[in-house]
């Protein structure tokens, strides 16, 4: 195997047949996983005729993995993510209000994948419950690792729970109900002037337009307000050469065809901005909660979360998802819809620098949507014919063309 390595300088140095460590996930995880690698491998070894391809590492997380071992997520699995250093996963099981906490959430924090990056844009032919959906093209930057994610909670009737309400009444004077569970909410300069700065690099390598720092800045002062500070200080102390505030670009419009231009909005007001101003939004730069919401809602615009891409990225480590849920009830049945853990997929591959591959699977699914070849959740809606998953993916492939002939 030729695992991935890691320079002085933090770079990944990727060999020509690089090991790729691969999570199938639970529920309909290992169906959309099998068709996932397929469309890969046709479309790795079509850019660039055998001289590159993958070697899959299986790894176990899940309920594989607690049959297998009793833990959801055993040392051996992070072990093996870590020695792979970059990784795509099918959904795991999370369940609500009791058990383990979130699979991703611990992943994340482990490989301190600070950035949870969501592109969203509108394949021609999917349904969409909006009028101009092609207007969407985003791409959101949310924070990953800290804010309530953080996991920092105590049940209302905990010991815990108590001396903290105790310690807020009596030293700060901040009465809590004594019904009230407690979640803390920390949001550091360190961790907000990362992600920023990532979203910042990535408007200026891939000449997008502008980025907006999204926030609640207006009620939670010195979390998401400080975020938004810290977001502008990036920008003025590290890329004065490459950005404009958005009162400056008003100021002097020119600017705007070499800078790019920071601006930043008030999160519900940004919900209707998505909607009603979708094209004056281009890179979006978030908190963890904010950036949760905001990415499903984007989403659904254009499709859903069964064509939505994501993938969770650090300064060394990532590991590349499928955003959508586990859909237990469609386990095994060969019915799911792929194009998720496809598209992030494709991402990985931008992401290790095979753009050419990247590039094949995206103009194949575009063209497979084109002509209304789908699976069973956009069928009943187009009113047409239902692939299967594993067809989906063999679809994919027959369109696929070699980059100079796209």
């Known amino acids: 195997m030729s695992f991935i390595e890691i320079d002085s300088n933090s770079k990944i140095k990727v060999p020509e047949n690089p090991t790729i460590g691969m999570i199938e996930g639970d529920g309909i995880g290992p169906d959309i ?3 996932a690698v397929r469309v890969l491998n046709s479309a790795i070894e079509l850019a660039y005729g055998g001289k590159s391809y993958i070697e899959w590492q299986k790894v176990v997380a899940g309920d594989e993995a607690f049959e297998k071992t009793g833990k959801h997520l055993p040392q051996e699995s992070l072990d ?3 020695k792979c250093v970059i990784s795509i996963k099918g959904p795991l099981t999370t369940p609500i209000g009791e058990g383990f906490r979130s699979l991703n959430v611990t992943m994340r ?12 844009k509108f394949f021609p032919g999917v349904p969409s419950p909006v009028k101009n959906p092609e207007k969407m093209n985003m791409i959101i930057f949310r924070e990953n690792t800290e804010d309530l994610y953080s996991g920092i909670e105590w049940r209302y009737n905990s010991d ?3 001396r903290l309400r105790w310690y807020l009444s009596e030293n700060l004077g901040v009465k809590i109900p004594e019904d009230a569970g407690i979640g803390i909410k920390p949001i550091s300069k360190f961790k907000s002037k990362r992600l920023v700065r990532k979203a910042i690099e990535y408007a200026i390598q891939e000449h997008r337009k502008s980025v907006t720092l999204v926030h609640k800045g207006n009620i939670m002062k010195y979390t998401e307000g400080a975020f938004k500070e810290w977001g502008y200080e990036v920008a003025r102390e590290e890329f004065k050469d490459y950005t404009v505030t958005e009162e400056e670009f008003n100021s002097s419009p020119g600017t705007s065809s070499w800078k790019v231009v920071i601006k930043d909005r008030i999160t519900d007001n940004m919900f209707q901005q998505v909607l009603t101003r979708t094209q004056d939004y281009d890179v979006i ?3 963890n909660l904010n950036g ?3 990415s499903d809602a984007v989403a659904a615009q254009v499709g859903g979360l069964g064509i939505a891409p994501g993938g969770n990225i650090g300064d060394v480590y990532a590991i590349f998802e499928a955003v959508h849920g586990t859909a237990p009830k469609y386990a095994g049945l060969d019915l799911a819809n792929p194009t998720s853990l496809i598209l992030s ?6 992401h290790i620098g095979w753009t050419l591959a990247s590039e094949v699977i ?10 209304q070849k789908v699976t069973q959740d956009l069928a009943r809606v187009l009113n047409v014919k239902a692939l299967k998953c594993s067809e989906f993916g063999e679809e994919i492939i027959k369109r696929m063309k070699k980059p100079s002939e796209s």
Do not use: H, I, W
């Open 285 to 287: 730069a978030t908190t």
């Open 345 to 350: 997929g494709s991402m990985m591959l931008r």
């Open 292 to 294: 949760d919401y905001l």
């Open 160 to 162: 815990e729970a108590k």
């Open 80 to 82: 093996l993510l870590k």
């Open 362 to 371: 995206e103009n194949a699914v575009g063209d497979c949507y084109k002509e």
């Open 33 to 35: 996983s099998k068709t």
């Open 109 to 120: 924090q482990y490989f301190d994948l600070y950035a949870n990056v969501r592109p969203v």
